[in-house]
């Protein structure tokens, strides 16, 4: 092999190596420009990452804030009166661990927590009594990032107690509000009287022959305007005062409204959206009382039921029925009237009925309720332009006028008439235009709630009648016959009777010796939830000119809301 092919061949193998390394070079250098990228990068992500949680966390526990003193302001406002005593009768510390429980479960189940990869905690703590001011604390968790807020609350027991959206604490301080007309003749008011009127003229308010306010329960009672005249402006305007309690002696009886009672459009309660169909299985014979008569007591056909005669009970265990019709007839005496009892055991029962007539007894059992929804557009009577609801009795057997509640949807006239003798109503009404004439036994409880505004459209004003021996029997104390009106557009008229609860109208005229209105300050404890439905939407306000001296028993308190401040 010649001297010159082996160098040749040693050269080659030279640049080949220097080539290879040059190669391994370069990619050892890639590789570390690459490495040393990639985790400047992974730390950039990482640092990034922890500052979005960081920031993510404080805007999360922010908002948890604001989400949690909201869910307060409307559990506050969904509350009723005797679930707000119950309520209050917690001391501070009690109160808020019972706020701090319910309101955290909510706040928790609005915000999806899973999904965010994220924790959200809250503590509500009293600081002081006096000041009722209470501290709360929001805790939020987004990665390894925590970060804790704080916003200091004060008056807000006091904004429950007085919530300013659905206050109903008048019905506690007045027994009678009269929006345009009263006049009182030989009538003691046992419990203070609110005049709304604020554009009156002389006489709308009458008192005649020694109609007195008189004290109840070592309460004195008031008249109370709600005009812009002073006391005695108010006092000399008012009709036939001589020889009555509220002559010049007892004139310090007469006050400046401190509020003012705001009644927006109402609304009733809704109608169940799923209803079930009553079956034969559902119905149970009892007692056929016209055993002469051949033909069964009843019929249901066609989603009818057409109780003519006989004792019979139905067995509603599902939570609503439809019924196209439904009758409860009467024959010629109460011992051959048809009679119904509708068992609800338990259960908050719903029955919603196109045509609806009652003229025998229909009554309610359990320890639940019944609502029966119906419309006057479709009157009990051919050929009357109203429908004529005229029972024998209508009551709930153990829960009274609280337990059984009709609502009568619809722009015809409802007409309650009820009989003279023998039997009773106890329930619940409400409708449009309510016409009431009801003269029954000392069993009389009602809840009536008429909101047509029939008297703002030009029509004639609905009236109610209570004649003679209506609410009359028996000592006004007793707990079953207790009466709330509730009519912001009737005229109510009574004579001779006694009326033991509350009542709301737009012109009262009492006559009649023994005539007595006594005011129940604990009615609005045991109101139905469909009559406080309604009543929750009134508002109140102070009055922009209250009497001098009469004091601030009707202040709005709201919740006053301190800085959100972030906790080191």
């Known amino acids: 092999m010649n001297k010159q092919f082996i160098l040749g061949k040693h050269k080659r193998q030279a640049d080949e190596g220097s080539i290879l390394l040059s190669v391994v070079i370069v990619f050892l250098f890639l590789i570390i420009v690459l490495t040393t990228s990639s985790a400047m990068a992974f730390s950039n992500y990482e640092k990034s990452n922890k500052e979005n949680e960081f920031h993510s966390a404080y805007y999360l526990a922010e908002a948890g804030i604001h989400e949690y003193t909201d869910k307060m302001v409307d559990y506050f406002s ?45 503590t509500f703590e009293s600081i002081d009594e006096v000041s009722d001011e209470f501290v709360l604390v929001s805790s939020a968790t987004l990665g390894d ?9 004060k008056d807000v027991r006091a904004s429950l107690e007085n919530n300013g959206k659905n206050d109903l604490n008048f019905l506690h301080k007045y027994g009678l509000v009269v929006k345009s007309k009263a006049e009182f003749f030989a009538t003691q008011i046992q419990g203070s009287l609110f005049f709304m009127n604020d554009n009156y003229s ?38 036939g005062i001589q020889g009555t309690y509220l002559n010049k002696k007892y004139r310090e009886h007469i006050k400046g409204s401190e509020m003012k009672i705001i009644e927006p459009q109402f609304e009733f309660p809704n109608r169940p959206k799923t209803t079930s169909t009553l079956s034969e299985k559902d119905i149970k014979l009892i007692k056929n009382t016209a055993s002469y008569l051949t033909n069964p007591p009843y019929q249901l056909e066609h989603e009818e039921l057409i109780w003519s005669y006989g004792q019979g009970q139905l067995d509603l265990s599902k939570d609503s029925y439809y019924l196209k019709k439904f009758h409860v007839e009467s024959l010629y005496d109460s011992i051959h009237n048809s009679s119904l009892i509708i068992n609800v055991g338990d259960k908050h029962v719903s029955l919603v009925v196109d045509d609806f007539k009652v003229e025998g007894v229909l009554t309610v059992k359990g320890s639940g309720s019944l609502t029966i929804y119906t419309n006057s557009d479709h009157p009990a009577y051919d050929g009357i332009e109203r429908l004529v609801f005229n029972p024998f009795t209508f009551a709930h057997e153990s829960q009274g006028r609280n337990g059984l509640v009709l609502i009568v949807e619809g722009d015809k006239q409802f007409e309650i008439k009820g009989k003279e003798q023998g039997g009773y109503i106890s329930a619940s009404f409400i409708a449009n235009y309510i016409h009431a004439s009801i003269k029954d036994s000392s069993k009389a409880s009602y809840n009536i709630v008429s909101l047509g505004r029939d008297a703002l459209d030009g029509k004639s004003m609905s009236e109610m009648q209570f004649l003679h021996n209506t609410i009359n029997h028996g000592p006004l104390d007793e707990d079953e016959r207790r009466v709330f009106i509730f ?39 045991s109101l139905p939830p469909t009559v406080l439905h309604i009543l929750s939407q009134l508002q109140t306000e102070d009055n922009a000119n209250p009497e001098p001296g009469t004091g601030g028993a009707f202040d709005q308190k709201v919740i006053d809301y301190g800085p959100i401040r972030e906790v080191e």
């Open 78 to 122: 969904d509350l009723t009166t005797p679930e707000i005593r119950k309520l209050l009768k917690l001391d501070i510390t009690e109160f808020a661990a019972y706020l701090e429980t319910e309101l955290t479960t909510r706040v928790r189940n609005q915000v999806d927590l899973e999904k965010k990869n994220a924790d959200l905690n809250f």
């Open 145 to 153: 990032e925590t970060r804790v807020v704080k916003q200091t609350l």
């Open 202 to 239: 002389k006489n709308d308010i009458r008192f005649n022959s020694e109609s007195r306010l008189i004290s109840y329960q070592d309460k004195e009672s008031y008249l109370f305007h709600g005009t812009d005249k002073s006391t005695e402006e108010f006092y000399q305007s008012l009709g």
């Open 487 to 525: 009519a912001p557009y009737t005229k109510l008229r009574t004579e001779g009777v006694r009326i033991n609860g509350f009542v709301y109208v737009n012109e009262f005229y009492n006559s009649g010796s023994g005539s007595t209105i006594r005011h129940d300050p604990d009615i609005l404890n």
